[in-house]
Each structure stands twice: as C-alpha cells, then as structure tokens.
C-alpha cells in the first residue's frame, strides 16, 4: 500500500459572481457586497484530498494566497478535515496575474515541502483563468494533470488518474510528486465537523508568511510582477430581446412557437 | 539572437482528429498577419498527419510546420510541451495563439511560465494595438458579466487561448507551405505521464449548431423528452451547469462561460432561471424561447418567446405538433 506525503490542497476565496455589481461610471468591479466563498471547485479539490489521505495516508495542507480575512474560510478546509493551512498574505500581492500567483504558490509548495501531490480546483470562479495549475507545475519542474475527474490508485512513485477529454476521458499515470488540477463538482464535498470547527476557531493557528518568507522581492509579484495588465473593465450586456410572451393553451403555444421559429 | 516575429498559432489534433476551434485563430491569425504584415505560421503536432496537415494549409497561414512522431498522437502535456518549448526557440514567434480548449489551456499555462511570457486568458477577442504592436485581449471575468480588456506588458512569445467559436474559420484562397520538421534526440525523453487508457465518442459540435435544445435545473435531470424534441427539430442538446455538475452529461454540453457559446439560429431554453454565466453562453444566438413556470425569470429577460408553462406539458405538446397532431 502506498503512503501519500503532504497532499497540498489550493483554496481561493471568491466573491459570488452573480453578486458583482460593475459601476460603470468608475469603471470598477465592486466585489463589496458579494458574499464571499471558498471557490467552488477548490472544494472538490479538499474533498479528493481528503479522500486519499483516507486511503494512502499524508497530510492534507491547505495553501491559499489572499488578503488576511481569508484566514476564517481556511479554517473552514480545517474543520472538513484538513491538517494544517497556510496563507500567503501580503500587501505586494495585490493585482498580481495568474504568472505570479503560479510563481508565489509554487514558492509556498516547496517551503512547505516533503509533497506527493499539489491539488488545485480547475479554475477560479471570477479569474477562471485555469492557467495556475499548470504554471505552478512548470516552476516546481513536476507535472501536471489538468481536468481531472477521479483518482483511481496511488502508488509510491506515481499516481493513475482518470482525466475528462473532448469527448470521453483518458486514464494516464502520472509520476509524482505531481500537479493535478480537478474538475467542478467531481464529488460532494463534506460538511466540516461542528466540534472541529470550534477547535478550529479558537485553537488553530494558520501560519502566515509574506513573501519575503519565500524569499521574493516586492518587484516580482503585484502590478509590477505581470505580465498582463488590465487597461479597460466594461460591462458585458446581453443583447436586447424581444421579450414577447405568448400565452395561450399548450397547443396554441405549441403551434404559434412551430409557426414563428418555422419548424415545419 | 533574431528578433521576435510572426504570429504562430498551435494546432490541436489527437488521435488524427483536428480541433475545429484551431482553425478559428487560425483564420484571425491570417486576419492579423495581413494587417500588420507579419507571417502567419501554424504548428502541428501528431503521428500520421497528412490529411489534417493538408486542411490546415488552407486557412490563412503563410507556413505550416509539421512534427509528426508516434510519441505525440495524443495529446501529453510532458511531451508537448518540450515540442512547443523547442519550435519556440527555434522560430522565435512575438505571438503565440492557441485555441481555449482543455489541452491547450494546459499547454499554453505551461509555455507562459516556461518561456515567463504573458499570457491572456480564454479571450473573446484578440488584436494588436496599432501604434506599440501589443497583443490586446478581452477577457471576460465574474460569469461574463464584466470583460477587461488585457494587454501584454512583458515577456515573448505575447500569448492568449482564445475560446472556441469566437471566430469562424473562413478557407483562405492561398495555402501554407508545409515544413516538416524533426525534432532533436531527447526531447521526448523523459516524460512522466504515460497514457493507459482512452475513451471517448463522437460528439455533436455544439458551438456550430443552427438549433438547440437546453435542458435547465427545471427538467430535474428527465432529459427524455428534451432528446424527442431535439430529434425531431434537428437540434443539439445542451445543459446548464447544474445539470452537468450531477453528470447527467459531460461538461462537452454545458452551455455557458465554464463551457460552450452557442452561435445557433434557434435556441430553446427549458427549465433554466437564468443566470450570468448560463445567459453568457447564448448571447450570440439567433432567437431564444426559454420555457419556465416562474413568470420573474431572469432568463425572461434574455429571450425572444417568453413561455410560462410547465415545461413537460409544453415538451408533450411540441413533440405532437411536430408529428403531425399524432
């Protein structure tokens, strides 16, 4: 039976997309009456963890990159099960693009170090980029599994994961340790424990580093860390449409929608 | 070293199958090479390509480079990337396009921090800025609901994935001129992930259907008379991402910013209250019925033909009119 090492989960905390509201005077995003969540996917991701460490043992780390409030939804990833948690925290991080996050987390993984496997979600609900994953592989020099779906087994020195494709899926093994990046909604993640959450709460200390911790210099991360810049933000509306109702019986409905779109 | 010129756009195949949606940057790749005078070079990469190298030639690009060895007839993000990594160096493209698929997401996320080049995201459009010749972007974000438009501020090649059915492939009057090239000893070696098994079936592609039937959280996962209705009209199905996420059906048929933009002619929407991200993924679309008990909607104020009914009721109906009353 093979033993896992660290299993570091990725955790982002989003504001819900249907919640952001654009002032289009301004033009900015305004992300202060969202509700925030733990991005979805990365839920996945903390639950597929959870569920190896279960089978193969390890220890599942949670690692996140954001601003210090996000502490509270970490400890909620504790209170599912987690072991530990780790937030990159500074204020030089702000406006950094998905080079650098992939840069900074791929620092924090091997600060952490002594990992079999890096699982983030697939993508991020408001950046939904989907380039960290892969970019974080690249600067650890592992690789990555992108789109994954399922975990089939583990062994000592590699993994074999079924993975979706145009189409169907491919089942690849993969040597560890390793990148896998997981789909939205592969499993149902589990509630967090009430009695760990207390602990979690009040007992649980996220250690925090900034980023001279992972020894990088202010100008490397941020604005002036990326490599793409936002010039513009716009409101995408849709397209105005008719918006006619057509009432009636279902068979009137039926034949007044056959005749206008020309079925027959 | 030479400077970096040209635009170069990866062309995803596997297993001998061209991906539609390479053609698509293909085509605004020639769009772009002819306004800016810069040369438009394909790559593609597989094991016995000789009929997709030949349709690739004729859509826009000046040269067509071609590596053809067993080790890439699937896609294998190791293997790929060291081919691209190597072709890189060697033709020093300043852009580099890719279509927004799964396998080139993962390829171009790897080459941007490879050659710590930037890197825009799934766009909805891609030019050159005139006056600097920066690759400019539009990224939608938060659903879709907000688009920022992105440009390049450092790094080579300037890269973006641009999502499928953003632009149509158009035949070009001119063909490419096919370079094979082989690559050196060594860099196939190495890799660490090793295919075992692959499945897939043939699947409708949705982005260019003229009809669609979607199937939203109201049918409660019962797609049997959304796939009679779809038959019968000559329609694709789709799902929103609630469906998807119960796995009623791949993610293949999501409509919305997480999956597929439609472009179809006709569009009908069941049982879906529409959201942002679902509303994204038809803004294109010809005309829209969306079919809801819930007069207040959102989705109501994205289509054309609002109906208020339950939607099974309406499927019975519709399925029988379309047989004749029978």
Known sequence: ?264 | MSEWRGISVFIEQDNGELEGASLEVLTRAGELGRKFNEDVLGILLGHELKNIAKESSQYGADKLIVVNHPDLRHYNSDAYTEVMAYLINKYRPRYLLLPATRNSRDLAGRLAVRFRACLSAHVIMVDIDERDRKLVTAVPGFGGNIVATVVCTSGKPEMATVSPGTYEAKLSNKEATIIEETIPEGALRGRRIELMEKKTSPMPDLSRAEKVVVAGLGTGGDLELIKEFASLIGAAIGVTRPLADMGLMPRDYQIGTTGVSLRAKTVFVFGASGAPHFVYGIRDCGTIVAVNTDKEAPIFENCDYCVVADLFDLLKVLIKEMRGGK
Do not use: C, H
């Open chain 1, 1 to 264: 039976m093979a033993s896992l090492r660290n299993i570091i989960v990725t955790m982002k905390v989003t504001p819900k997309p249907e919640e952001i509201r654009f002032d289009p005077t301004t033009k900015t995003v305004d992300r202060s009456k969202a509700t925030n969540e733990i991005n979805p996917a990365d839920k996945n991701a903390l639950e597929l963890a959870l569920q190896l460490k279960e089978k193969y043992g390890g220890r599942v780390v949670i690692l996140s990159m954001g601003p210090p409030f996000w502490d509270q939804f970490l400890k909620m990833g504790i209170a599912m099960g987690a072991d530990d948690a780790v937030l990159i925290s500074d204020r030089a991080l702000g406006g950094s693009d998905a080079f650098v996050t992939s840069r900074v987390l791929a620092a924090a993984v091997k600060k952490i170090g002594d990992y079999s496997l890096v699982i983030a979600g697939e993508e991020s609900e408001d950046g939904s980029t989907g380039q960290v994953p892969p970019g974080m592989a690249e600067w650890l020099g592992i690789p990555a599994v992108t789109y994954v779906s399922q975990v089939t087994d583990a062994m000592e020195d590699s993994i074999i994961v079924k993975r979706t494709i145009k189409g169907g899926y491919e089942t690849v093994k993969v040597k560890l340790p390793a990148v896998i990046s997981v789909e939205l909604g592969i499993n149902t993640p589990r509630f967090p424990d009430f009695e760990r959450l207390q602990w979690a709460q009040n007992e649980f200390k996220t250690t925090i580093w900034g980023i001279k911790d992972l020894g990088i210099a202010e100008n490397e991360v941020g604005f002036k860390g990326s490599l793409t810049a936002v010039t513009e933000l716009r409101e995408l509306r849709p397209r105005e449409r008719l918006r006619q109702f057509i009432e009636g019986s279902p068979e009137e409905i039926a034949r007044e929608l056959i005749k206008r779109l020309g079925l027959k």
